[in-house]
């Protein structure tokens, strides 16, 4: 196939490097994982590139350079020189000058500081006016595409800029699909878009001489455990139980004074337990489980409670528990009166240490039946006893999803992420699902090389999205450019062109994106949540 010859034009500062002095020119384009960078072979004559000379090249210095062939040539880089190295023999002398395009500004400067409640294209454009200086704008259109996600609350201290743009879009999601791409364009331009939401409108039909097309199962995970925050709870509201005399799982019955539902002093939900004891020597509620709905406390290691005093109450406090056996282990505890205070307390075999046994020999952490409260009077008196927002905790959300097929073709391969953002096992059920769907298959990378791609003014850009026809491979699917090289020899007059192509499934969007608000599960580092 005939194709014209490769053209160059380069310019740094207020010079321009003829194209006969080009020996060679690479140039790499990047995007997201890495920025472009490009290395160049000129000859020297007369110390001509040289401190001092007619055209002394220097680093530091900002330019551009443009390939292409017959009467389109299209600028691919504007960058700044970066090193510059000299190499001389008697009867040669050459400077090679080597830089990165204007995105090597994403790693001059760090961030310190919070972003609360932003929209990801917000975070983006912030870092760009304020620590970056580039500009995300080309003829009145923002290049810097909205996201639908809004991060709660996002802390850094000292963070490279790069890595922050960079974990914005590995998270943020377009319609459904999470990930998005970013990259230095050739007039130097900061674009930030959706992945896979730019085509090239290039083809490389019968134009591919040489290639090489792997599959790779390295990455595959077949088996994905997901655990969210370790906030699963019995009762799973954390309040059921003192919302009523007679809940689902069980029911309250007084140990010593008159039980009561409380609808007015109360702390969580519409009611609290309220017990009057009058002419005793305490104050005793108890709430017992129904068979079967025991609770196991080696998942479920927290017992939390909110616990309100008043009248002759001396401010000594004890829990009991009670297993199916009737062994009985109890602590005790002081808090304050007339006021409600939230007491926590670990349980399980392992926090065995934190409770004194009461009565029986060997507890059974798995099957708890019964929990007693109990307020000491100061001598025989009248007082009152309020139980609110009683519940187990400390357990995490979780979900398991498996691909039989992909197991029996690859082997179990296992993936296991906890996700302190996720608060449901449904939350859980569809991250993994997600993962799962983008991780089962291998993924398919493919390295083309040509010296007869003719692209005109529409140069090869990486995140642009390109379909490949391999006939003998039967390939014929859409590829995302990884990478895209351009080599220009003077010496062949050739331009080869190389290109680092993936293919891999939509990340579809998970829980995080169900509902278009992501200000509760999508930080970095997340606001208490109440007990």
């Excluded at 994982?33 to 900002?62: A, I, T």
């Excluded at 539902?261 to 509620?285: K, M, Q, T, W």
Aim: some cysteine.
């Amino acid at each position: 196939m005939s194709v014209s010859v490769p053209k160059v034009t380069i310019a740094f500062g207020q010079y321009a490097v003829p194209q006969g002095d080009v020996i060679q020119c690479r140039v790499h384009l990047g995007c997201t994982n890495e920025v472009s960078s490009f290395d160049l072979l000129l000859q020297n004559w007369d110390k001509k590139y040289s401190p001092g000379g007619s055209v002394p090249l220097d680093v530091g210095m900002d330019g551009y350079i443009c390939i292409g062939r017959g009467a389109n040539v299209p600028q691919i880089i504007t960058c700044r020189i970066e090193t510059v190295k000299y190499q001389s023999s008697p009867v040669e002398n050459y400077v090679r000058v080597g830089g990165r395009c204007w995105g090597e500004r994403l790693f001059r400067r760090v961030f310190a500081g919070t972003f609360t409640n932003q929209k990801g294209e917000d975070i983006v454009r912030y870092l760009l006016d304020s620590y970056v200086g580039l500009s995300h704008a080309r003829g009145g259109t923002e290049l810097v595409e909205a996201t639908d996600t809004t991060y709660a609350k996002l802390e850094y201290k000292d963070t490279p800029v790069f890595e922050i743009l960079k974990y914005v879009a590995d998270s943020a999601d377009k319609q459904g699909v999470i990930g998005y791409d970013f990259r230095v364009a050739p007039d130097g331009k900061f674009e930030f878009f959706p992945r896979l939401s730019k085509t090239s409108p290039v083809s490389l039909s019968e134009l591919i001489e040489e290639y090489e097309y792997r599959r790779d199962i390295t990455a595959v995970r077949n088996k994905v455990t997901i655990y969210g925050a370790a906030d699963k709870s019995v009762p799973l509201d954390k309040d059921a139980w003192t919302e009523s005399l007679t809940p689902s799982d069980g029911g309250w019955s007084s140990g010593g004074g008159t039980l009561s539902l409380d609808n007015v002093d109360r702390v969580r939900g519409s009611a609290s337990i309220r017990n009057y004891a009058e002419g005793l020597y305490f104050v005793c509620s108890q709430f017992m489980l129904n068979s079967g709905k025991e609770v196991n406390a080696e998942l479920y290691p927290l017992l939390s409670f909110w616990i309100k005093i008043g009248g002759g109450v001396s401010g000594t406090c004890y829990v009991h528990l009670e297993d199916v056996n009737e062994c009985v282990r109890y602590c005790s505890f002081n808090i304050g009166k007339e006021k409600w205070s939230n007491y926590q307390v670990k349980v399980g075999s392992a926090n065995a240490d934190l409770w004194a046994l009461y009565y029986g020999a060997s507890f059974d952490w798995t099957r708890i039946k019964k929990m007693r409260f109990y307020a000491d009077f100061e001598g025989v008196n009248s007082g009152t006893l309020w139980i609110d927002g009683l519940f187990f905790g400390g357990r995490r959300y979780s979900s398991t999803q498996e691909d039989s097929a992909s197991q029996q073709a690859y082997g179990l391969r296992e993936l296991t992420d906890t996700d302190e953002e996720l608060y449901s096992d449904n939350e859980c059920l569809l991250r993994a699902k997600a993962l799962l769907a983008h991780y089962k298959d291998p993924a398919e990378y493919l390295t083309l090389r040509s010296t007869v791609i003719d692209y005109g003014n529409t140069p090869l850009l990486p995140g642009d999205k390109i379909h490949v026809t391999l006939p003998n491979e039967n390939v014929d699917a859409d590829f995302r450019i990884l990478s895209a090289e351009y080599y220009v020899d003077a010496k062949t007059q050739t331009l080869e062109i190389v290109l680092e192509l993936g293919r891999e499934k939509p990340l579809l969007a998970d829980y995080l994106y169900a509902l278009r608000s992501k200000t509760d599960h999508l930080s970095r580092y997340k606001a208490a949540r109440l007990v």
